[in-house]
């Protein structure tokens, strides 16, 4: 896998492309979005059973994404691609783990977008990794017990993970960086109905860059339907490392 630095010396602001019909009305048109929602760290599966990963997706360009479970070491140990429908927001698949699956605590998920360029750095395809890392264990005399995650301190935090508020009210995010970052993104996925202010700008479904001394990001969520609605915030880092995300969640009651 190969690692790539982001440094950014200014700051950067994607502007969804925006559609005006005959009759005036205007449709804007999410940013490229992509990210893994299961496993997210933590987990642990065994060697020759099934596991569950799942996703989130917006204004994807391809057909198909590539998934790959693999370990630091280099082992790969599931390649496989899924089909996909461009209009989908969110998609799984159980896969069965190989029953040679050496054992550790280090597994990721990879997922990836062929089609789709990367909102800042559009010479790479849109490819995202799992939150955190996971155990695969095999059974019996083959178990061993789990091992202690040493990186953790090398993902992306953001807080509250959950929260639940009226329509109307304002959130602040906090952000924590491991070391060695050189920037910071948020992505903010807001399913229709519910809108996301930071003063009078609507930042659902766009990056929002964030320098690595901001650790604190207030917005104002409203909720225009009669359903409570689920905001998904995720902070990106970009570094020395593999760039890893991690998701909170807004759930915004209704008016």
């Known amino acids: 896998m190969k690692r790539v630095i982001f440094l950014c010396l200014f700051s950067i602001a994607l502007i969804p492309a925006v559609t005006v019909a005959a009759n005036n009305s205007v449709a804007v048109s999410p940013a490229p979005y992509l990210a893994v929602t299961s496993p997210s760290g933590g987990e642990m599966f065994y060697k020759n059973k099934k596991m569950t990963i799942t996703w989130d997706q917006a204004a994807l360009k391809g057909t198909k994404l590539d998934l790959q479970v693999y370990n630091p070491y280099g082992k790969i140990i599931v390649k496989k691609a899924i089909k996909i429908k461009k209009n989908q927001t969110s998609g799984g698949i159980s896969i069965k783990l190989p029953k040679n699956s050496p054992t550790s605590n280090n597994y990721m998920i990879y997922l990836c977008d062929k089609k789709t360029p990367h909102p800042y750095d559009s010479s790479k395809p849109l490819c995202v990794y799992s939150a955190g890392e996971?155990?695969?264990q095999g059974t019996g005399s083959d178990a061993l017990?789990?091992?202690?995650?040493?990186?953790?301190?090398?993902?992306?935090k953001i807080t509250p993970e959950r929260i639940t508020v009226p329509s109307g009210t304002t959130v602040t995010f906090n952000f924590q960086y491991p070391t060695g970052t050189a920037s910071g993104q948020l992505y903010l996925y807001c399913p229709a109905g519910l809108s996301a202010f930071v003063g009078q700008t609507n930042v659902c479904n766009t990056y929002q860059y964030l320098f690595v001394t901001q650790s604190v990001y207030s917005v104002r969520f409203v909720n225009s339907t009669n359903q409570s609605i689920n905001a998904v915030p995720n902070l990106y880092g970009f570094g020395s490392y593999v760039p890893a995300g991690k998701a909170s969640g807004v759930t915004v009651l209704p008016q």
């Open 134 to 136: 996971f155990t695969i």
């Open 145 to 156: 017990p789990p091992l202690e995650i040493l990186d953790l301190d090398a993902i992306p």
